[in-house]
């Protein structure tokens, strides 16, 4: 088991990261630093969860270090917690029958 780089009993703010980065080998790279900071898969390229302001600086670093030269997108979005509350998230699974 990966060991967290974030203490998570540190609340921090409310963090949203969206990427779209074409290459698999870079892609999983921005995958497992976001792992390793506790954030939670969202969406199929979106993360999201609570960083201090100091485990966020160490984020942006290996994330940029993950995508490289590769072409591609990464935002780190900060949120206020009023944001997550006021949110409209619409959600349907998927009918397997």
């Known amino acids: 088991m ?3 780089l974030q203490d998570p009993r540190k609340a921090g703010q409310p963090t949203l990261v969206l990427y779209d980065v074409r290459d698999d080998k ?10 390793d900071y506790g954030l939670a898969r969202w969406q199929y390229s979106a993360y999201q969860g609570r ?8 984020l942006e670093v290996r994330l940029e270090q993950a995508m490289g030269e590769s072409p591609g997108l ?8 009023w944001q997550l509350e006021d949110a409209t998230i619409l959600y349907q699974e998927a009918d397997d029958a």
């Not at 870079?26 to 792992?35: H, P, Y």
């Not at 960083?51 to 160490?58: N, V």
């Not at 990464?74 to 917690?81: D, F, G, R, S, V």
């Open 51 to 58: 960083l201090t302001g100091a485990a966020r600086r160490e």
């Open 2 to 4: 990966a060991k967290l």
């Open 74 to 81: 990464i935002a780190i979005l900060q949120l206020e917690q």
């Open 26 to 35: 870079r892609r999983a790279k921005v995958m497992n630093a976001c792992k």
